[in-house]
């Protein structure tokens, strides 16, 4: 896990099709391009770890790979992590916001929350899972200012409201796997930052606590149930996302470390392959743009 992985990945990932990609990989890819471009926008080196140029163009071939496939997706889950990445994609790397790709977002956006809620026609009740990742794209949809009275803020409330009531005194949710537990905890903690109306922060610590205590990074990776992937990421993510949570970069890079071992033993370019790499990117590029803006600091005084 060096800066040399990036620079002998990149060429790698630039040769994966998004026509070709499952609507996971898609996901994946567009996890490690926006990573990718964070650092070579900010602080990178020109050119050390790729050009603009080129981060550019995969994010926008990624986005309309996404966007023209993301209302077709059976699977509410994915279809939810494919809209967030849309939203990833489109507003939350440095260059300029495209107008034409927000409201591609919030097309999509609206649509999954739509479909999920009923409004437009009647639905079965969707799972566990399925709730957390519509909750994340009803508050990517809402933010910065929804109206008081906006059907899905209230949505969005009702589901918060559940979740904290059905939290036991130890931070767990009885019957739920750690895998949802965690994206619940990411998707209370994102919505409190966004809407601090909504905050709970005493209980995102203490269902946080809870799971940290649980989930454990494992040592063997080729002793592993690659059904455990996905909490691990869940992981990674709540212990990077601050906020009500303090920051925990040594768990993320001992999951990010795992990833990277866990990929060299699997098939390259399947979906698993693909998810491991992204992290280990993401992982990557935060280690190497957090040295640079320190050295950058020291010069300065």
């Not at 919030?106 to 519509?134: C, H, I, K, M, S």
């Not at 009275?149 to 969005?156: A, G, P, Q, R, S």
């Not at 920051?247 to 693909?274: C, E, H, N, Q």
Request: charged share 20%.
């Amino acid at each position: 896990m060096t800066p040399n992985y990036l620079k002998k990945m990149l060429p790698l990932l630039l040769g994966a099709d998004p026509a070709q990609a499952t609507n996971v990989q898609l996901v994946s890819l567009a996890k490690a391009f926006a990573a990718g471009y964070g650092l070579v926008s900010s602080v990178a080196p020109a050119g050390e770890f790729g050009t603009e140029e080129t981060y550019r163009n995969r994010i926008d071939s990624l986005f309309w790979a996404l966007s023209e496939r993301s209302e077709h997706e059976p699977d509410t889950a994915i279809r939810s992590r494919m809209v967030h990445a849309m939203y990833s994609l489109a507003c939350e790397t440095v260059f300029s916001v495209d107008l034409r790709k927000k409201n591609c977002c919030y097309r999509a956006a609206d649509a999954l929350v739509r479909d999920f809620v009923g409004v437009v026609g009647a639905r079965p009740e969707n799972g566990l899972f399925q709730q957390a990742g519509v909750c994340m794209c009803a508050a990517d949809l809402l933010y910065p200012a929804p109206a008081a009275d906006d059907e899905y803020l209230l949505f969005l409330k009702r589901q918060m409201a559940g979740w904290t009531f059905a939290l036991d005194a130890d931070g767990c949710w009885p019957g739920v796997s750690s895998e949802v537990a965690l994206e619940r905890i990411g998707v209370m903690n994102r919505v409190a930052w966004m809407f601090p109306d909504l905050e709970n922060d005493a209980v995102i610590r203490r269902a946080t606590g809870y799971y940290r205590r649980c989930v454990r990074v494992p040592a063997d990776p080729l002793n592993f149930d690659e059904g455990y992937l996905c909490t691990l990421g869940r992981m990674y993510e709540v212990a990077l996302q601050g906020n009500a949570l303090p920051v925990d970069k040594p768990a993320a890079r001992r999951i990010a470390r795992f990833m990277y071992d866990y990929s060299l033993t699997l098939p390259v370019r399947g979906d698993a392959w693909y998810y491991c790499t992204s992290y280990v990117i993401h992982c990557i590029a935060e280690s190497i743009g957090a040295r640079l803006e320190a050295e950058m600091e020291r010069h300065i005084a």
